[in-house]
């Protein structure tokens, strides 16, 4: 709903009072109902369109939120393809810090520390994924392994 249209039905409403205003004055009754109905219509309308706008401010609201923390994670974070490392201050990587899951955090918003494994792999303990390298695979030697069980 444009902004400008409730102006103008608030306008309307402001006039139609001015109206009966100036009726009750003079005391024309039928007059005066009309103006009434019709004062309480277009405040009906407006009632109704500042509900509609209400809706869609709380859902502008939640997409200006969903983009605040897409921008933060890109910000944020650095993804090698595989996993999530925190960023330093400066932009670089923080790897003394370890691996964070990107499944918990692309799907869910969690930041999950991955554990690393004796040989080499990645495991989040919360959905169960496993980031295993491997030297023929692709350029950057990081596939995803999924399984149930990590002994």
Do not use: F
């Not at 409730?6 to 006039?15: D, F, G, K, P």
């Not at 999530?84 to 201050?89: A, G, L, P, S, T």
């Amino acid at each position: 709903m444009d902004p400008m249209s409730l102006v103008t039905q608030a306008s309307n409403a402001i006039a139609i009072a001015k109206k009966i205003k100036g009726a009750l004055k003079k005391a024309e009754h039928s007059e005066i109902l009309i103006w009434v109905s019709d004062l309480m219509e277009e405040m009906l309308d407006l009632k109704n369109n500042l509900v509609d706008v209400k809706t869609d401010n709380v859902k502008l609201r939640e997409e200006v939120h969903r983009l605040e923390d897409e921008l933060s994670k890109s910000r944020n974070w650095h993804h090698d393809g595989m996993r999530y490392w925190k960023k330093n201050e400066d932009g670089s990587t923080a790897k003394d810090e370890g691996a964070y899951c990107p499944t918990c955090l692309d799907s869910k918003g969690k930041v999950i520390r991955l554990l690393e494994s004796e040989n080499g792999y990645y495991i989040c303990k919360v959905c169960d994924t496993t980031y295993g390298k491997w030297k023929d695979i692709g350029k950057s030697g990081v596939r995803r392994v999924r399984r149930t069980y990590h002994p």
